[in-house]
């Protein structure tokens, strides 16, 4: 759906913005590691957790960006 919202080269575009900050975030958030608190609430608010799944939602981004289950056909992962 975000790729007729987007189109294919945005959306690629998109994704590799996404794993840029998201690798500024993971290193923001290695660097407030000691300070943290392990706590449930001290991981989900720290950087390091939400760059983790910005980095991963890149790479989807990046990936599904030509895939043909986003232009509306099969999916070539099914079997």
Same mark, same amino acid.
């Given at each position: 759906? @975000? %790729? &007729? @919202? *987007?189109? /294919?080269?945005?959306?690629?575009? &998109? =994704?590799?913005?996404? !794993? +840029?900050?998201?690798?500024?975030? &993971?290193? *923001? =958030? +290695?660097?407030?590691?000691?300070?943290?608190?392990?706590?449930? @609430? =001290? +991981?989900?608010?720290?950087?390091?957790?939400? %760059?983790? !799944?910005? +980095? &991963? =939602?890149? !790479? #989807?981004? /990046?990936?599904?960006?030509? #895939?043909? #289950? @986003?232009?509306?056909?099969? #999916?070539?992962?099914?079997?």
């Amino acid at each position: 759906m @975000i %790729s &007729f @919202i *987007m189109g /294919n080269k945005k959306l690629a575009l &998109f =994704g590799h913005a996404l !794993i +840029i900050l998201g690798c500024f975030g &993971f290193t *923001m =958030g +290695i660097y407030l590691l000691p300070k943290s608190e392990p706590t449930l @609430i =001290g +991981i989900l608010t720290k950087p390091l957790f939400w %760059s983790l !799944i910005a +980095i &991963f =939602g890149g !790479i #989807c981004a /990046n990936v599904h960006s030509y #895939c043909a #289950c @986003i232009r509306g056909g099969k #999916c070539p992962m099914k079997k």
